[in-house]
């Protein structure tokens, strides 16, 4: 399902939001501030990208049943807010956020699109890979989501949205990328650890790496937005990014403070660099054989699967 | 108000980047393997211009095979500026290479006699061809491999003589565009003269490389590293290039593919040489 139909140019804007935690109205109205500066500037994004669970704060545990809200109503939000500030200025919206349907609840990302005559949801994705390890309690209290989907964005083409730990399972870009993504928006929320590192926390260092794996590995962009500020003694590492189709780094957020990172996109450097890179086309080649491989776990059946 | 963080400013111009000391380690271990493990030659000979590109060149071979197993030759014509002489001789100096001074007028002149009307361009060429029929003649001499010394951007923009400059059977610099020569010349330590004079074939009186070709070398530069990335020019030009400047690149870089080729054979049989018969260079 590929688009044709996509900008040459794309103009984005990752907002790196730090939160109050649990004071949704106040980060609605925070956010109304940075769509108002963002909607003034002389060129304004059109897109932009905020982090996993950016209105709420990542560490909810039990609350999050009470911050949750549906995409709908999310989505409605969201769209007021720019409406308020930016008139029918046509714009595309990614946001985290905690989602409920018919009594489940999901750590999701949406993704808008907003023209002079509606706003339309284009995509939810409910998180595949819930941490519940070490510092992580997510599936205590969220249930996972179960697919990778693509979906046509007017400003980017086809496009996948992926929520942070679902990079760290390289299959999830990878069926991005065979289904057509030629670009990958990450809303994540990194807590900060490692002070081994060179110049930086060792945490950041190896998510960019992880993120430029990603891009060159697959040719497509990589727009990374990090959610900042400490939530009880955990500090958010920010970080946010826009890595292009080869692995350059095209803007990166300094610190790990709040901040709105900028960066323009030639979407053609994809073709590019899968031209230069054809890791994706070969992939594409061998992986029915790799699929066929009588000693992969699913070719025993699910449970089986499950069990090992 | 959250502040904004934007991305450098976007300089299509940008020079090629090059990591000078990794680079060099890379280099080295290319000359050696090169002429002492693949061939069992332990000399190398190099033509010494007076510029950059030779002196890196002879730099290189230095460290990779030591100086007194480096003869550097320097193959004056009668009407050679004086000052390419002095810029070798600072790299002669430096190095304790061993050094050779040939001039070679009367040999271009014994040919060029009878060709009283050969332009400036035919001169050059027999210049050219002369200097490299005497590298390659000192090389058996001395029992030693000839060096070239061409870079990128020369090779890319056809700024050579086929069959003199490019005849030597390796070259270290070859995938260097002159920007990252420059830059790795500093690293060397080159001499400074020989970095900041204007590039010159010195095939005629005040010739410069960039006169003859239209273009600064760090522009040329810039858009060649993009054009070969698979950009077409109008992507080019909407990323900030000029467009008279990538025209003029595009046409001297595809004019000029024949002269990064051997010389086309025709094909007969089904055993044609490198069509059927295909053996990587260095399998024996």
């Not at chain 1, 714009?91 to 409920?100: D, H, K, L, P, T």
């Not at chain 1, 590019?272 to 992969?296: C, F, H, T």
């Amino acid at each position: 399902m590929q688009s044709d139909s996509h900008a040459a140019r794309a103009r984005i804007a990752l907002v790196q939001s730090k939160p109050r935690k649990g004071d949704y109205i106040e980060n609605l109205a925070a956010l109304r501030a940075v769509f108002a500066q963002l909607a003034a500037l002389d060129a304004p994004p059109q897109l932009v990208v905020l982090p996993e669970a950016a209105l709420t704060g990542y560490f909810l545990e039990g609350a999050v049943y009470e911050s949750a809200r549906t995409a709908e109503r999310f989505g409605h939000e969201l769209s007021s807010l720019w409406r308020d500030v930016a008139g029918q200025r046509p714009g595309e919206i990614v946001a985290g956020f905690y989602e409920v349907e018919s009594g489940s609840y999901y750590n999701s990302a949406i993704w808008l699109a907003l023209d002079e005559r509606e706003t339309r949801i284009l995509h939810v994705h409910r998180k595949l890979f819930l941490p519940t390890y070490g510092v992580f309690d997510e599936e205590r209290f969220l249930s996972r989501g179960n697919r990778v989907q693509v979906f046509d964005s007017p400003l980017l083409g086809t496009t996948a949205l992926l929520i942070c730990e679902d990079v760290w399972h390289s299959l999830l870009p990878t069926i991005a990328a065979l289904k057509g993504a030629r670009s990958i928006v990450v809303p994540s929320a990194a807590p900060g650890r490692g002070i081994d590192g060179e110049g930086e926390l060792l945490s950041v260092t190896r998510w960019r790496e992880l993120l430029r794996g990603i891009a060159m590995e697959h040719g497509c962009f990589v727009l990374y937005a990090g959610l900042a500020g400490f939530e009880g003694g955990k500090g958010m590492t920010g970080s946010s990014c826009a890595i292009g189709p080869d692995g350059t780094i095209l803007v990166k957020a300094e610190g790990d403070d709040a901040c709105i990172v900028r960066a323009e996109l030639f979407l053609d450097d994809i073709e590019i660099a899968r031209a230069n890179l054809p890791l994706l086309a070969d992939l594409r080649a061998v992986l029915p054989d790799l699929l066929a491989d009588e000693e992969l776990p699913w070719s025993r059946g699910r449970s089986d699967a499950a069990d090992r | 108000m959250l502040p904004i963080v934007d991305p450098p400013p976007r300089d299509p111009y940008a020079a090629p980047k090059i990591d000078p000391e990794v680079a060099t380690r890379w280099l080295v271990a290319f000359l050696r393997d090169e002429c002492i493990e693949r061939r069992g030659i332990k000399n190398a000979v190099i033509g010494l211009s007076g510029g950059v590109d030779s002196a890196v060149t002879a730099y290189l071979c230095a460290r990779a095979l030591g100086p007194q197993n480096v003869h550097l030759i320097r193959m004056p014509y009668r009407l050679s500026s004086a000052a390419s002489l002095d810029d070798a001789q600072l790299v002669i100096d430096a190095l304790g290479a061993v050094a050779h001074t040939i001039d070679i007028s009367a040999a271009v002149d014994g040919y060029l006699q009878y060709e009283p009307d050969a332009d400036p361009r035919r001169r050059g060429n027999v210049l050219a061809r002369t200097r490299m029929l005497v590298l390659f003649d000192q090389s058996a001499k001395f029992a030693a491999l000839p060096i070239g010394t061409g870079n990128k951007t020369e090779r890319l923009l056809g700024y050579f003589t086929w069959h003199a400059d490019d005849a030597p059977p390796i070259n270290p610099l070859g995938d260097l565009f002159k920007t990252q020569v420059w830059e790795l010349a500093r690293y060397l330590g080159v001499p400074a003269p020989l970095i900041e004079k204007a590039p010159s074939a010195d095939l005629e009186a005040n010739q410069t490389d960039e006169g003859d070709l239209g273009i600064r070398y760090p522009r040329a530069d810039a858009i060649l590293s993009s054009m070969l990335l698979g950009y077409r020019d109008k992507q080019l030009t909407a990323r900030g290039f000029d467009a008279a400047e990538v025209a003029l690149v595009r046409r001297r870089l595809e004019g000029t593919h024949w002269k990064r080729h051997l010389p086309t054979t025709a094909m007969l049989s089904d055993t044609a040489i490198n069509e059927f018969y295909l053996r990587p260079v260095d399998f024996s």
